[in-house]
């Protein structure tokens, strides 16, 4: 009987000293990166989506998560939320995958909720519509990362709305150019600007030539791009053919990143007015990551891809104190633990799933103004998170309402 004792305390002590992989579903926690890897979005998220993944497993397994077996799984939702949906599903069910990363697009982020809250699952939402953490919000489930539309919005309304200025755009005909609209809406009539009109575009743009002479003739102090990726593109090269921005008249992007103003030129692009959560040359913490994921991939990362990385690496600090990946438990935790890395500043996760931090307005450089190949901006104004994003008093999200 003593040796029979003692050798259940050797395992008893063998077992409280095995990392944190031992408590968790199948042993190991499972990525899974819905991305777009061939359309619109592609430059932005896509590719370097999956490097900042893997750059956030890699520097966790350095850390907090030494021990763990950890694995990073992608795919491409082709920008269609049935296919994002099979996708997941199949992760989910057939694979034991614990947490979706990526899905920017604005009809997969409304269809993947739901899902994850069934199957008990976590999704790490880098940006998006307002709506995951309102109306949709699943804050036992979901969080809301970087950006959204009403953050993008009101970065530059605020900033740049002054009695009687007026205000048009020209908007993507989907959900994401919807919700920027109806932000810029509200945003502009409380600052007490006037917002004169705005004309659609279909999804992916053909030619935005029409609308941005609609834009143009409508005597707006501000043209504002409600849309995204290729399109944003499309309409300050067009906006440019036209001189918009060039007089009088600003020109405004509600989404517009380092990659799009590169694919652009600064030529085309100088003067434009944008905000982003990240840039990769705020300052020394945010240029070395930079570096680092230039290095793996090509290019400095965007605001999305910096975002995938900070999200994974807090999830997975989550993880490892937790001891466990269930959903609900690791969500509390994500809370809890302080938000600290080389992407974000001065951020906290709220309990509807909105992570707040400081925000930025830009301005893109004229060529003669750039010193090296990704010097595109210049730092109009820092935002505290808690005046940037919407105030939790505002908040639809069912769960928190009292």
Same mark, same amino acid.
């Given at each position: 009987?003593?040796?029979?004792?003692?050798?259940?305390?050797?395992?008893?002590?063998?077992?409280?000293?095995?990392?944190?992989?031992?408590?968790?579903?199948?042993?190991?926690?499972?990525?899974?990166?819905?991305?777009?890897?061939?359309?619109?979005?592609?430059?932005?998220?896509?590719?370097?989506? !999956?490097?900042?993944?893997?750059?956030?497993?890699?520097?966790?397994?350095?850390?907090?998560?030494?021990?763990?077996?950890?694995?990073? !799984?992608?795919? +491409?939702?082709?920008?269609?939320?049935?296919?994002?949906?099979?996708?997941?599903?199949?992760?989910?069910?057939?694979?034991?995958?614990?947490?979706?990363?990526?899905?920017?697009?604005?009809?997969?982020?409304?269809?993947?909720?739901?899902?994850?809250?069934?199957?008990? #699952?976590?999704?790490?939402?880098?940006?998006?519509?307002?709506?995951?953490?309102?109306?949709?919000?699943?804050?036992?489930?979901?969080?809301?990362?970087?950006?959204?539309?009403?953050?993008?919005?009101?970065?530059?309304?605020?900033?740049?709305?002054?009695?009687?200025?007026?205000?048009?755009?020209?908007?993507?005909?989907?959900?994401?150019?919807?919700?920027?609209?109806?932000?810029?809406?509200?945003?502009?009539?409380?600052?007490?600007?006037?917002?004169?009109?705005?004309?659609?575009?279909?999804?992916?743009?053909?030619?935005?030539?029409?609308?941005?002479?609609?834009?143009?003739?409508?005597?707006? +102090?501000?043209?504002?791009?409600?849309?995204?990726?290729?399109?944003?593109?499309?309409?300050?090269?067009?906006? #440019? +053919?036209?001189?918009?921005?060039?007089?009088?008249?600003?020109?405004?992007?509600?989404?517009?990143?380092?990659?799009?103003?590169?694919?652009?030129?600064?030529?085309?692009?100088?003067?434009? !007015?944008?905000?982003?959560?990240?840039?990769?040359?705020?300052?020394?913490?945010?240029?070395?990551?930079?570096?680092?994921?230039?290095?793996?991939?090509?290019?400095?990362?965007?605001?999305?891809?910096?975002?995938?990385?900070?999200?994974?690496?807090?999830?997975?600090?989550?993880?490892?104190?937790?001891?466990?990946?269930?959903?609900?438990?690791?969500?509390?935790?994500?809370?809890?633990?302080?938000?600290?890395?080389?992407?974000?500043?001065?951020?906290?996760? #709220?309990?509807?799933?909105?992570?707040?931090?400081?925000?930025?307005?830009?301005?893109?450089?004229?060529?003669?103004?750039?010193?090296?190949?990704?010097?595109?901006?210049?730092?109009?104004?820092?935002?505290?998170?808690?005046?940037?994003? #919407?105030?939790?008093?505002?908040?639809?999200?069912?769960? !928190?309402?009292?």
């Amino acid at each position: 009987m003593k040796g029979l004792a003692s050798a259940l305390t050797i395992a008893t002590a063998l077992l409280g000293s095995l990392p944190a992989a031992a408590e968790i579903s199948d042993g190991a926690v499972k990525i899974g990166v819905l991305t777009d890897m061939s359309g619109v979005y592609s430059d932005i998220t896509g590719k370097g989506s !999956i490097t900042a993944a893997r750059m956030a497993v890699e520097d966790c397994l350095k850390a907090e998560c030494s021990g763990m077996k950890i694995e990073v !799984i992608s795919a +491409d939702h082709q920008n269609k939320a049935d296919v994002g949906s099979a996708i997941a599903r199949e992760w989910i069910d057939r694979q034991g995958v614990d947490v979706l990363a990526d899905m920017s697009n604005a009809s997969l982020q409304l269809a993947i909720p739901p899902l994850l809250k069934d199957k008990n #699952r976590v999704g790490l939402f880098p940006g998006g519509t307002a709506r995951l953490t309102g109306d949709a919000c699943q804050p036992d489930h979901i969080v809301q990362w970087m950006w959204d539309t009403y953050v993008q919005v009101a970065g530059i309304a605020n900033h740049l709305t002054k009695p009687g200025t007026k205000w048009y755009l020209v908007t993507a005909d989907y959900a994401l150019g919807h919700q920027l609209e109806a932000d810029a809406k509200a945003l502009v009539a409380a600052k007490g600007g006037t917002y004169a009109g705005s004309v659609r575009h279909a999804f992916p743009a053909v030619d935005l030539s029409s609308q941005l002479l609609t834009a143009q003739g409508s005597g707006a +102090d501000l043209i504002a791009l409600a849309n995204a990726g290729g399109d944003t593109v499309a309409g300050i090269k067009t906006a #440019r +053919d036209f001189g918009i921005g060039q007089d009088k008249q600003k020109l405004v992007a509600f989404f517009l990143t380092a990659m799009d103003v590169k694919s652009v030129g600064l030529a085309a692009a100088q003067g434009t !007015i944008l905000t982003e959560g990240f840039y990769w040359n705020l300052d020394e913490r945010t240029r070395a990551f930079s570096e680092r994921f230039k290095a793996a991939h090509g290019a400095v990362p965007s605001a999305i891809q910096a975002g995938i990385y900070s999200s994974v690496r807090h999830y997975l600090k989550a993880v490892a104190a937790a001891k466990s990946d269930e959903a609900k438990t690791v969500i509390a935790r994500m809370r809890e633990v302080p938000i600290e890395d080389e992407v974000v500043r001065n951020a906290k996760l #709220r309990e509807d799933g909105r992570m707040v931090h400081d925000f930025y307005v830009f301005q893109v450089k004229k060529p003669a103004e750039s010193k090296s190949e990704w010097d595109l901006y210049d730092l109009v104004a820092t935002i505290p998170g808690d005046q940037a994003f #919407r105030p939790l008093a505002q908040s639809t999200c069912p769960a !928190i309402k009292r």
